[in-house]
């Protein structure tokens, strides 16, 4: 990947990047707050967690528990619930993000997404969007389930489709070529009941790992976390025996969230060496 280009994105001011959401500091000081606009927070949250410290052109929330600063790639990774590539290209003007970030005002209510039929995927548009991804379809159509919503408060009362993937707590996770999106309670899924661990950060990437290995079952316990927030909330399921075998994405949130496994003794293997070139194993699969 372009290093000038990653040094380009990181200085990206921050507090541009939040008002060209729509979203505008409660106060100003030696930090910026704002109301976080963070997906794992909740959506009618009215105290102002989300810091941003001019000086150093830094972020953090203090609603999460991880309470550090980070860079905007990670913010723009988070709000518009995208890979490392793609936060580049939005910062850097290349590609307007496909999901949009609403004011509070004019938003509808992530709890409201109200999810109208579930089914078999089906739909030309999504299997081609699989097909895209380089995922053997009939592995996705396995795991996955084509998903109508339709937002509550939108004035257009459209239906949309997209492909789910329903977490341990059943929340899904929803896509399709235009979202990125998910309904609550964000939570992570597991799949299997005995042998070696083997952590996926997103769905896409244990669809891919299957393809890749040729085989539509996990050869042991598979955990997709939807989201790191979640990791913290999975190891207990590390701490038994067997192997833990990490397929998570290149970059420095996964760094980070590897790194509290070193702090609280947990062993594991590190698997990204095997797509060291790029940002996960999604996009290996597809080059």
């Keep these: 990947m372009d ?3 990653i040094i380009q994105a990181r200085n990206s001011d921050i507090t541009s990047y939040l008002a060209s959401k729509g979203l505008k500091p409660k106060s100003k000081g030696s930090y910026w707050m704002y109301i976080s606009p963070l997906p794992n927070r909740p959506s009618r949250d009215t105290t102002a967690s989300l810091a941003v410290s001019r000086k150093l052109n830094k972020w953090k929330d203090f609603g999460n528990d991880d309470n ?3 860079d ?14 793609r936060a580049l290209d939005i910062l850097l003007g290349e590609q307007k993000s496909n999901v949009r970030i609403f004011t509070k005002d004019t938003a509808p209510d992530k709890e409201n997404i109200l999810i109208v039929e579930r089914s078999e995927v089906k739909d030309d548009d999504l299997i081609r969007y699989i097909e895209k ?7 996705a159509k396995k795991y996955c389930k084509q998903i109508h919503v339709q937002f509550p408060n939108s004035k257009n009362g459209k239906t949309y489709r997209l492909i789910g993937f329903k977490n341990n707590l059943g929340g899904y996770e929803l896509r399709n070529g235009f979202f990125k999106i998910s309904t609550r309670p964000k939570w992570f899924t597991l799949i299997g009941d005995y042998g070696d661990r083997y952590v996926f950060e997103g769905f896409f990437d244990f669809l891919s790992y299957l393809t890749i290995n040729k085989t ?4 042991g316990v598979a955990i997709i976390l939807n989201t790191l927030t979640t990791f913290p909330n999975v190891y207990k399921y590390l701490s038994t025996e067997g192997k833990n075998n990490l397929y998570l994405d290149n970059d420095e949130a996964a760094d980070r969230a590897i790194k509290k496994l070193d702090d609280v003794g947990i062993k594991y293997i590190d698997h990204r060496n095997k797509y060291a070139q790029h940002n996960d194993i999604n996009e290996y699969l597809k080059s």
């Design 3 to 5: 290093k000038d280009r």
């Design 68 to 70: 550090k600063w980070r």
């Design 72 to 85: 905007v790639i990670d913010l723009v990774r988070e709000i518009e619930g995208c890979e490392f590539g």
């Design 133 to 139: 991804r380089c995922v053997d379809v009939e592995i």
């Design 216 to 219: 539509n079952t996990p050869f």
